[in-house]
């Protein structure tokens, strides 16, 4: 008869969202060459803590969410930002290498995304609730205006 042992559940604690990210960090710093912190992202865009518990000492009380494209990393009632972040960066990218061009709102004050030009031209399925903006480090985006001041 093989017995096995119960795993002791560990405990949950609270967590902040610079702790959450620190954590990120080091578990990134400590794998090997090629692996990276996407590793940590569940489907629905939350971070499998699971696998932080080890710089964090316990489990978060809440999840948090980070995108796929962007890295960034949101609390749960920010969990549409990058799910919205994702999207769209792919239809940015996409856009840019069949045409060359930004898609970008005419006279707008800062680098916003034109969502009705992506849709109409069927890049993006679904329009985010809020704007994004275009960076200039890589053609990343942003849900932050203040980026840019």
Known sequence: MIFKRAKKASPTIAVTLPQIKQAVRQFEADMPDPINRTVLINEDKSIDVD??????????????????????????????????????QSAVDNYISDTGKLPLLEDAWLPEVHYRLLSTERYLKETPPFPLYITEEEMMLTHRPEHFE
């Open 51 to 88: 696998r932080l518990k080890r710089y964090l000492g316990g489990i978060p009380e809440q999840k948090f969410f980070m995108s796929r494209e962007t890295f960034e990393i949101f609390e749960e009632k920010d969990k549409l930002i990058p799910y919205y972040l994702d999207m769209v």
